[in-house]
C-alpha cells in the first residue's frame, strides 16, 4: 500500500521552503488553515497578508504586490477563486502580473461538503485567460515541485489542489516534475489515458486492469493543463491511436477539452473523456463521488475499450 | 516633481482641460466629463507632491497612482503629457490602434502608468498591494488612488477599505471624485449612497471633505494626507462633471460621448483657446 496524502499539503510544505525568498509573501482568505498556507504563516508573518473574507480584494492585493517587485502566492476554496474571476483576468492575467492563485479543495472528491463547495469548471475557465499557466497535480510530491518552480515562472499561474487524501506516486521522483511537460507514468501502445490530478492514480489502475485482459495502456500525467505538452500528445496519437482523458472536472473545457481541442487540429483519433457530466455534484463520500460520476478505474477501462474499438 | 504653485497648478489643469476636449474630439469617443472632473486633482498631485521621475517612470521607490476610474484616462494622458512622461504627441494616440494612449490606461502601454484600469472597483485593492509592498520593503512611498463615486457601488470597493484599514495603511492615500454621475444617470437615481463620509469614517478611514476644484483646497488635502499615519485617508472631493464647459457640465449626456466640432470649439474658446 502506497503512502496516502493530500495535495494541498504539497503546496503548504512548499511555500514554507519558499519563504527563503524574501520576496515570496502569502494572502490568505480565511482559508489558510484548509489551503495549508498556515505554515507560511505561522513563520512568516510579517509576510502574509490576511484579507479576511474578501477574495477579490486578495487577487488585487497580490498584482499590486507583484507589480512592486513581489512574488504572490493567494490561495481559497477553488470555488471562491471563481468569484474573483474578473480580478485574475483583468487584474492580473492582463498585465501579465505573476500572481500564483492556488485553489483547494476542487472537484467532487471534495465531498460531503456539496455542490456548491464541488469546483467542477475552475480548469476549464482559467485555461481561457491569456498568460496563465493552469496545473492540478496529482500528489502532494508532485505539487510541492510544481509550486517551487512558480517564482521563476514570470507569468501568472493557477493551482488546483485537493482536500482528500491520495496514493502517492512521486516519493523520490521529485526531478522528473516540470511545468508544462506531462509525465509518462506506464507504456503501452494500445490506447494513451491523459489524466490529472485525483484520476491520475485511478488511470494506474486501469492501466493494471487493462493489462489483465491484454490491452496494453500509456498513462500520463497531466500536472501541466496549460501551456499543454502538446509535443507528447503528437507522440502518442502516433502510437497508440486512441485515447482516453480522465478528470475530477466537467468533461466541458477542461483536460479533456484541452487535448480534444489540439487532437482534432493535428491528429484526429479516437478520443473518449471522463470527467463529471454535465451537472452539479451532491454530497457524499470522496469515493462515492467518483463512482457517482463515472470516474472510477473501471470506468476509464470501458472507455479505453470503447476508444479502441473506434480506431479505424 | 513637486513645488508648483497654486496659479502655475491652476494654468496645468487648463491646459490638461483643452487637451481632454481635443483628445475625446479627434477620437469621437471616450469619457470627457469624469476626466474634467477629476482633473485639478490629478494636477495637484502631479505638480504638488508625487514622486516620481518622468525620465525614469519604472523607478522601483517611485509614489505610485492607480486611476481605478480607467475610462477617465483622457485626464491621466494629458496630465501624463504635461508631466513628460510621454510626448503630447502621443495625445493623438489616444483610442487609436499601436497608441501608448489605450481607451482605458494601461500599464502595459503607457509610461507612468502603474495599473491597468478599465474594471470599475479594482484600483483600490491593487493600490492596497503597492502600500503592502511598500511597507514591507520599509520605504516611505506612498500609493495614491482615484475612484469616482458611482464606483463605489461596488461590493469590490469596501473589502478594500475595510482590508487597507485592519492592516493600518498610512501609505494608502485615497481620492474619491464625487461628480454625482454616472453611465446611465445622476448618480441619486442610479443608487444613492447617503452619507459617504460617514461610511468611510465608520471603516476606519482618515476622512476630509473638499472642493475637488478648489486648487488650494486640493493642495492642503493633499498635505493633510501626509499627516495621517497610522490608518488610510480619504479625500472626498465635491466635483463637477465635465467641469470647464459649460454644455458639459452636470451633464449626464457627457459621460461618455465626444464633442461635435461646433461643441469643441465652444469648449476651447471656453478653455481661453482663440479660434
Redesign the interface.
Known amino acids: 500500500m502506497s503512502r496516502m496524502a493530500a495535495t494541498r499539503d504539497g503546496y503548504g510544505e512548499a511555500l514554507l521552503a519558499l519563504a527563503d525568498n524574501p520576496k515570496v ?1 502569502v494572502l490568505e482568505a480565511d482559508l489558510g488553515k484548509s489551503t495549508k498556507s498556515l505554515h507560511f504563516r505561522k513563520a512568516h508573518p ?2 502574509t ?4 473574507i ?1 477574495e ?15 512574488i ?1 502566492f493567494a490561495s481559497t476554496f477553488a470555488i471562491f477563486t471563481e468569484r474573483a474571476f ?2 485574475m483576468r ?2 492580473v492575467a ?3 502580473l505573476a500572481v500564483h492563485l492556488c485553489g483547494s479543495h476542487g472537484g467532487t472528491h471534495t465531498g460531503t461538503d456539496g455542490s456548491s463547495a464541488q469546483s467542477i469548471e475552475d480548469l476549464a475557465i482559467y485555461r481561457t485567460l491569456p498568460n496563465v499557466v493552469v496545473m492540478h497535480p496529482c500528489d502532494d510530491i508532485s505539487t510541492k515541485a510544481l509550486t517551487m518552480q512558480l517564482p521563476g515562472l514570470g507569468s501568472p499561474s493557477y493551482m488546483r489542489t485537493a482536500r482528500n487524501k491520495t496514493p502517492v506516486l512521486y516519493d523520490g521522483k521529485e526531478n522528473e516534475i516540470q511545468i508544462g511537460k506531462g509525465v509518462v507514468l506506464s507504456e503501452g501502445n494500445d490506447v494513451a489515458i491523459i489524466a490529472c490530478g485525483v484520476l491520475v492514480h485511478e488511470a494506474m489502475d486501469a492501466a493494471n486492469m487493462l493489462k489483465d485482459e491484454g490491452i496494453n495502456a500509456t498513462v500520463v500525467d497531466m500536472h501541466t493543463i496549460k501551456p499543454l505538452d502538446t509535443e507528447l500528445l503528437d507522440n502518442l496519437a502516433k502510437q497508440c491511436g486512441a485515447f482516453v482523458t480522465a478528470e475530477d472536472h466537467s468533461v466541458i473545457g477542461g483536460l479533456g477539452g484541452a487535448v480534444a481541442e489540439h487532437l482534432v487540429s493535428s491528429h484526429p483519433v479516437p478520443m473518449e473523456k471522463i470527467g463529471v457530466p454535465d451537472r452539479f455534484g451532491e454530497s457524499a463520500g470522496s469515493e462515492e463521488m467518483l463512482e457517482m460520476m463515472g470516474l472510477k478505474s473501471h470506468h476509464i477501462v470501458e472507455a479505453a475499450k470503447k476508444a479502441i474499438a473506434r480506431k479505424v | 516633481m513637486t513645488g508648483m504653485s497654486i496659479s502655475e497648478l491652476e494654468d496645468m489643469a487648463r491646459k490638461c482641460r483643452i487637451e481632454i476636449v481635443k483628445m475625446t474630439h479627434r477620437a469621437q469617443a471616450g469619457h470627457p466629463g469624469g476626466s474634467l472632473s477629476e482633473i485639478d486633482i490629478l494636477c495637484a498631485l502631479y505638480g504638488h507632491r508625487l514622486r516620481a521621475k518622468p525620465e525614469q517612470p519604472d523607478w ?1 521607490d517611485r509614489d ?1 497612482f492607480v486611476l481605478s476610474k480607467g475610462h477617465a484616462s483622457p485626464g491621466m494622458y494629458a496630465v501624463l503629457a504635461e508631466m513628460g512622461f510621454i510626448n503630447h504627441e502621443d495625445l493623438k494616440s489616444y483610442r487609436v490602434k499601436g497608441g501608448v494612449c489605450q481607451g482605458h490606461v ?3 502601454w503607457c509610461p507612468g502608468v ?3 484600469a ?2 470599475l ?2 484600483g483600490l ?10 511597507k ?2 520599509g520605504s516611505n512611498r506612498n ?1 495614491y488612488v482615484m475612484v469616482g463615486d458611482g464606483e463605489i457601488q461596488e ?2 470597493i469596501w ?2 477599505a ?2 487597507a484599514a ?2 493600518e495603511l498610512g501609505n494608502l492615500k485615497l481620492f474619491l471624485d464625487c461628480n454625482g454621475i454616472q453611465n446611465d444617470d445622476f448618480c441619486e437615481a442610479q443608487m444613492r449612497m447617503f452619507d459617504i463620509p460617514a461610511k468611510w469614517s465608520s471603516f476606519g478611514w482618515a476622512v476630509k471633505v473638499i472642493d475637488g476644484h478648489n486648487m488650494q483646497e486640493i493642495v492642503s488635502a493633499i498635505d493633510w494626507m501626509d499627516t495621517i499615519t497610522g490608518q488610510p485617508a480619504v479625500v472626498i472631493a465635491q466635483t463637477v462633471k465635465g467641469k470647464g464647459v459649460s454644455f458639459m457640465e452636470n451633464n449626464p449626456a457627457f459621460h461618455g460621448a465626444a464633442p461635435s466640432d461646433e461643441q469643441l470649439a465652444q469648449a476651447l474658446s471656453e478653455l481661453g483657446v482663440s479660434a
Not at chain 1, 477579490?56 to 513581489?70: D, H, T
Not at chain 2, 485593492?125 to 511598500?134: E, I, R, T
Open positions: 509573501v510579517e509576510r497578508v490576511s484579507c479576511g474578501g477579490q480584494n486578495m487577487l488585487l492585493v497580490g498584482a499590486g504586490l507583484a507589480s512592486s517587485g513581489y504572490p474578473e480580478q483583468n487584474g492582463r498585465p501579465n | 522601483e505610485r494601461d500599464m502595459k502603474d495599473f491597468s478599465g474594471s472597483g479594482m485593492s491593487f493600490g492596497m498591494g503597492c502600500a503592502v509592498a511598500a514591507i520593503d500609493a461590493g469590490s473589502e478594500a475595510m482590508a485592519h492592516h
